[in-house]
């Protein structure tokens, strides 16, 4: 079955340090997928996308990286701050349909 | 340049009874879908509507959960009949209707549903 998982369930940086965040994924039909950052007590916010013809897509200090061999994906923060610290998923579409599937999340705690 | 809203943002039930969550999409959007998340876990897909329509409802319980989204007026995920099991936070989220290919789905901050 599909599935989106990340390896690293915490994760502890150094305010201005760049962070790596990492999922994987199982469903190679998959061809969207969607980073996401949940605050305490919101709802997830869009941070960047990328389509699988596609395997580097940039926006502002984040870097999302595709890797379809191993199906990888990773979202990197540059230069990381105190309001970065929050919960970040990774969600996938694909195989026709329009759900997403969440990975379970990765808490990230920037150190002042 | 409201967001997607819900209401109420949080919700106590005692058990037997119903539970009516509501849901406003993005202005411009035509499609909503509603997830639930458990405590430390992500979230999980429910249903996937447009306007007067189920397009797919793969991840609803079978019985005692049902989902609407009326020509007018907001969506609305209902429980019957509310267990302790159905406490989570249940998220709505909208896109636009246009076939524009992959759109980001924009989410609201939810409703947390407690039963008694």
């Known amino acids: 079955g599909e599935s989106v998982g990340l390896h690293l369930p915490t994760l502890s940086v150094q305010e201005g340090d760049n962070s790596i965040i990492n999922c994987a994924y199982s469903?190679?039909?998959?061809?969207?997928f969607i980073w996401y950052k949940q605050e305490s007590g919101k709802g997830p916010q869009f941070i960047i996308d990328?389509?699988?013809?596609?395997d580097k897509r940039q926006g502002q200090r984040v870097t999302v990286l595709l890797n379809k061999t191993v199906k990888h994906l990773s979202l990197q923060i540059a230069a990381t701050q105190p309001g970065d610290s929050a919960v970040y998923f990774c969600?996938?579409?694909?195989?026709?349909?329009?759900?997403?599937?969440f990975g379970a999340g990765t808490i990230l705690r920037v150190k002042s | 340049n409201a967001g997607v809203m819900q209401n109420p943002r949080h919700l106590v039930r005692r058990r037997g009874q119903e539970a009516r969550l509501r849901c406003s999409p993005m202005?411009?959007?035509?499609?909503v879908y509603w997830y639930r998340q458990l405590p430390e876990e992500g979230l999980k897909f429910m249903v996937y509507?447009?306007?007067?329509?189920?397009?797919?409802e793969s991840g609803m319980p079978k019985e005692r959960f049902s989902a609407e989204f009326p020509k007018e007026g907001p969506s609305i995920l209902r429980i019957q009949q509310v267990v302790r099991g159905d406490s989570a936070a249940y998220f709505c989220?909208?896109?636009?209707?246009?076939?524009?290919?992959?759109?980001?789905?924009?989410f609201g901050d939810g409703t947390r549903l407690s039963i008694l």
């Open positions: 202005k411009g959007h035509s499609h």
């Open positions: 969600a996938e579409k694909g195989g026709g349909g329009n759900k997403l599937v």
């Open positions: 509507l447009q306007k007067e329509n189920i397009i797919d």
């Open positions: 990328i389509r699988s013809n596609m």
């Open positions: 989220a909208s896109s636009p209707g246009r076939n524009l290919g992959n759109q980001p789905q924009h």
């Open positions: 469903n190679s039909a998959s061809d969207y």
